[in-house]
Nanobody
Framework: VQLQASGGGLVQAGGSLRLSCAPS????????MAWFRQAPGKEREFVAA????????YYADSVKGRFTISRDNAKRTLFLQMISLKPEDTAIYYC???????????????????WGQGTLVTVSS
């Protein structure tokens, strides 16, 4: 499964962006999808996830109240609406999908077996 993330860019602190993640190739079912991010010199970290079966969402504490994860079932597309952006949100954002297996830990990167190429979000102060 190939995932294509888009929507990144340069925005001032306090601004908003909406990221999208669309699949290509064969149709697939997924247990969950998520956004992770990696800032320069830092490890990849969990941002948000959504469980496909019951729409339950999960967020990192650092983005709660500012980011919203959602999906479009018909287009099998994942979104991340980001508001009140801060310079510390600057990172490459990756979308990921749990396609082959899922043990119910949406915060863990090892749950996801398909990853997009990333889209860069830069927040200036």
């Amino acid at each position: 499964v190939q995932l294509q993330a888009s929507g990144g860019g340069l925005v001032q602190a306090g601004g908003s962006l909406r990221l999208s993640c669309a699949p290509s190739g064969r149709r697939f079912t997924t247990y969950a999808m998520a956004w992770f991010r990696q800032a320069p010199g830092k490890e990849r970290e969990f941002v948000a996830a959504i469980a496909w079966s019951h729409d339950e969402t999960y967020y990192a504490d650092s983005v709660k109240g500012r980011f919203t994860i959602s999906r479009d079932n018909a287009k099998r597309t994942l979104f991340l609406q980001m508001i009140s952006l801060k310079p510390e949100d600057t990172a490459i954002y990756y979308c990921a999908a749990a396609v082959e297996r899922y043990s119910g830990s949406p915060y863990k990167h090892y749950e996801y077996d398909s990853w997009g190429q990333g889209t860069l979000v830069t927040v200036s102060s």
